[in-house]
């Protein structure tokens, strides 16, 4: 029997997301957060937006999942990277978080980040 490991969400910002940076990496799994932009039902595509930033998600796996444009979601999946750069992530978990304050959800990345970083070299 094959033993499939999935690696948890690397927390990043949509902003973070642009070509060479660390995070854009192939199969790379990450976490992210915006408001549902759009939503081809069709297809399994949308868009998810965050401060001026998008990112397309390929919902293949997710077709249950209750969608309404302008809600706040959270996707975990994988970065697929085409020949032109284009990113999409093939979302495996989504949950709508409508209320969720992302000021709060900032510091609190920018101390976990300061943490990991200390704990790394400690």
Do not use: C, W
């Not at 399994?44 to 969608?67: N, Q, W, Y």
């Amino acid at each position: 029997m094959a033993v499939v490991t999935l690696n948890p969400g690397l927390v990043v910002r949509l902003q973070e997301l642009q070509p060479g940076s660390s995070f854009v990496l192939p199969n790379q799994s990450l976490r992210v957060v915006g408001s549902l932009q759009s939503f081809d039902s069709t297809s399994g595509i949308a868009v998810l937006v965050d401060a001026g930033a998008s990112l397309r998600l390929d919902l293949e796996h997710l077709r249950e999942l209750p969608l309404r444009v302008g809600s706040l979601f959270e996707f975990i999946g994988e970065l697929e990277v085409d020949t032109t750069q284009q990113l999409t992530l093939k979302a495996r978990v989504g949950r709508n978080v409508d209320g969720m304050d992302m000021k709060l959800f900032d510091k609190v990345l920018q101390l976990r980040r300061r943490f990991e970083k200390d704990y790394k070299h400690n």
